[in-house]
């Protein structure tokens, strides 16, 4: 198992661009989330998935879209970027019954210029 | 609501000294707590867990004991070495809340030689 990958490690963007953070994971889980992570913020929720074809939203989704079209992949699109979406952003899936426990991604650092 | 508080670091200390990270929470139901480890460049790696009260978590010489009577889930290791510098993070988990994952700021270790 690759467990939760994503794509890419670093980027850098200029306002007003869009891009696509990529998410996948192999482990069949069903709930999936991002985060973005800020200094002395901790890991703040952007959207979640509890299966293909549903998601939600966390406390902070503005800026942000996902979809969920397959188990395997979260994708995490940026419409517009702005300076304050400069963060590092992790994935994480959570396998189905308890205990849960989150299994994250490496993170993408993301630079918003 | 469901919130996370963690004593704010950075934390040094010298090898073999005792650990304690303080974490205290708020929450609707009977949350399942945890505490995540993130080293440097790396996404968070789970440590341990607790499902319900009086329960202890523990794993790599990290203990922590889920209080429901103070809300208290406190992180603690006997004698920490050079190689558990990271941050570390205390989360709920709240099934009131479809399982979204809530995290404290984070706390930064710091052990010195």
């Known amino acids: 198992n690759a467990g939760v990958t994503q794509t890419p490690k670093f980027q850098v963007l200029k306002t007003g661009q869009s891009m696509t953070l990529q998410c996948a994971q192999d482990m069949n889980h069903e709930y999936m989330s991002w985060y973005r992570q800020d200094p002395g913020m901790g890991l703040r929720l952007i959207h979640y998935?509890?299966?293909?074809?549903?998601?939600d939203q966390g406390e902070v989704p503005n800026g942000y879209n996902v979809s969920r079209s397959t188990t395997e992949d979260f994708p995490l699109r940026l419409l517009s970027a702005a300076p304050s979406q400069t963060s590092v952003y992790f994935c994480?899936?959570?396998?189905?019954?308890?205990?849960?426990?989150?299994?994250f991604g490496p993170g993408t650092r993301l630079t918003v210029l | 609501g469901n919130s996370v508080t963690q004593m704010e670091g950075p934390v040094t200390l010298s090898e073999e000294a005792f650990l304690t990270i303080n974490c205290t929470y708020t929450?609707?139901?009977?949350?399942?707590l945890f505490w995540y480890v993130q080293y440097p460049g790396e996404g968070l790696q789970l440590l341990l867990k607790?499902?319900?009260?009086?329960d202890k978590g523990s794993n790599k010489g990290f203990e922590a004991t889920y209080r429901k009577e103070t809300t208290s889930f406190h992180l603690e290791k006997g004698s920490v070495q050079v190689s558990d510098s990271a941050v570390y993070f205390c989360a709920l988990m709240s099934g009131n809340t479809g399982n979204q994952f809530y995290f404290g700021t984070g706390t930064s270790l710091t052990v010195i030689p």
């Open positions: 929450a609707t139901g009977y949350p399942s």
């Open positions: 607790a499902t319900k009260a009086d």
């Open positions: 994480a899936s959570t396998p189905p019954g308890g205990p849960y426990t989150q299994y």
């Open positions: 998935s509890v299966g293909a074809g549903i998601t």
